[in-house]
């Protein structure tokens, strides 16, 4: 990541800066920058953290309150290291509440774009299901289960990249 310096760098901005990065180059003004710009960043991290738009169904085995597909929804995923996110909320359950698995955290590997899921509550990939990344489009496609197993507890769901946080907008 290259950074063009400037005076009023804000603390979030430096948190950010440094969270996701390996390796930081500052470049000064007086090396060859203009004073007219402000910041530029270029990122090599990994990170794909923003506003998201999540869509798809839930399995709670003898509860069609809970089973089925759910309204879509807006989720913010944030960056927790290099290669990994984690929601901000919970999943939810065809009924759109809160499924009691902790915050669902993705891990990406860089070579292959699949992704490992995990929670505190267990949140897991499906045997033999593709939960990938589309570098491409920049959206998850996932499939993970919890408690009893994927024939009981299970979640089937997309996350569509909308927007940085900056440009928070309602879906549709």
């Known amino acids: ?11 979030l901005a430096v ?3 440094f969270h996701a990065c390996k390796k930081v180059e500052v470049i000064k003004p007086e090396d060859k920058v203009s004073l007219v710009t402000s910041a530029i960043l270029e990122s090599t991290s990994l990170n794909k953290d923003g506003l998201y738009k999540l869509y ?20 913010t995923l944030i960056a927790t290291g290099n290669n990994s996110v984690a929601y ?20 990406l590997d860089p070579t292959t774009n699949l992704v490992t899921i995990s929670s505190a ?29 994927a ?8 996350l569509q990249y909308l927007s940085s946080f900056n440009n928070k907008r309602n879906t549709e």
């Not at 089925?68 to 807006?74: A, L, V």
């Not at 998850?140 to 919890?146: I, K, V």
């Not at 024939?151 to 997309?158: C, H, K, L, N, Y």
């Open 1 to 11: 990541m290259k950074i063009i310096y400037f005076r009023y760098l804000t603390l």
């Open 15 to 17: 948190v950010c800066i």
């Open 56 to 75: 798809g169904r839930t399995l709670r085995a003898g509860d069609p309150a809970k089973t089925g597909e759910f309204s879509p929804i807006e989720m």
């Open 88 to 107: 901000t909320d919970l999943q939810v359950w065809a009924d759109n509440k809160g499924i009691g698995i902790g915050l669902p955290q993705l891990k």
């Open 121 to 149: 509550g267990g949140a897991m990939n499906t045997s033999a299901a593709a939960n990938y990344y589309n570098p491409v489009t920049k959206t998850f496609f996932l499939d993970f289960n919890w408690g009893d197993g």
């Open 151 to 158: 024939t009981a507890r299970r979640a089937i769901v997309t």
